[in-house]
């Protein structure tokens, strides 16, 4: 039996915008949040908010080198990637750190996030990227089994920031 084609969706990306869709990012994160560790136990509003704050600053400030953006299917916005570049990190290149690739509930499995990767690996490259780095939760068995399948490797142990994995591009 042949495997099912994925569909490619019309999918754009666009820079958050701050100050409109601050309250839609909070919820993307917490949403994120639970879908990583199942519960909202840990979860802190004021970290949330201090991280986008951060995040907001060096977007504005050093837009070469960090992105948050915005899935946009039609007209609606269904998820939210975040992500930065260190220019010649360690003597080995360009690399880059995703902080985050959100895909919304009801547009999970479709092949959103498969696209959303390709995304990311094409600005990477376009960036001169040559190495990727990411954080999961270890108790994200569909996140590991994803990066996985894509090439991703494991590095280290996990720690307080989930499990690092890299992938050479």
Known sequence: MDSPK???LNLTYKPVDFE????LCFHFREDAWLASFGNLDRYSDRDTREWFDFLTDKCRF???HYFMEH???DQKIIGQLEYQVHPHR???GNQAHIN???IG???RQQGIGLQAHQYLITRFKELGCNVVHLHY????KPAEAFYIKHGWKKLGSPNKKGQMMELKI
């Open 100 to 102: 985050l690739i959100y």
């Open 90 to 92: 360690n003597g080995f």
């Open 105 to 107: 509930q009801g547009f």
């Open 6 to 8: 994925l569909v490619m």
């Open 137 to 140: 939760i270890p108790q994200n």
């Open 71 to 73: 899935i946009w299917l």
């Open 62 to 64: 050093d837009a070469r």
């Open 20 to 23: 409109e869709d601050r309250d």
